[in-house]
């Protein structure tokens, strides 16, 4: 299994990221899909869930109406679009796989994660 995260970087606040996850090795469609992240002061948070075939997503409430997450099944890539992006969105972002067939949020759900990519946003 392999989860290779891209897409962060350094942006100012109020400005839009789009991170990618490249999956292989598994059935990546037959997986439900999230994006965490973590700080160092902070522990690992969810951000966002999507079912296996992207019917039905969940959110952090702190992302609501800013975040999107989506799947492209074909492609077997997992997206989270991130707008309207502020200071405290600062993190190295990770996705991993649900062990199960459940939408939920508690990272010890997810078995599998990427390496991290890092997103920084300034004032």
């Known amino acids: 299994v392999q989860l290779q995260a891209s897409g962060g970087g350094l942006v100012q606040a109020g400005g839009s990221l789009r991170l990618s996850c490249a999956a292989s090795g598994f059935s990546f469609s037959d997986h439900e899909m999230g994006w965490f992240r973590q700080t160092p002061r902070k522990e690992r948070e969810f951000v966002a869930a999507i079912t296996s075939s992207g019917d039905r997503t969940l959110y952090a409430d702190f992302v609501k109406g800013r975040f999107t997450i989506s799947r492209d099944n074909a492609k077997n890539t997992l997206s989270l679009q991130m707008n309207s992006l502020k200071p405290e969105d600062t993190a190295v972002y990770y996705c991993?796989?649900?062990?199960?067939?459940?939408?939920?949020?508690?990272?010890?759900?997810?078995?599998?994660w990427g390496q991290g990519t890092q997103v920084t946003v300034s004032s």
């Open positions: 991993a796989t649900d062990r199960d067939s459940y939408l939920r949020s508690q990272w010890y759900y997810y078995d599998y």
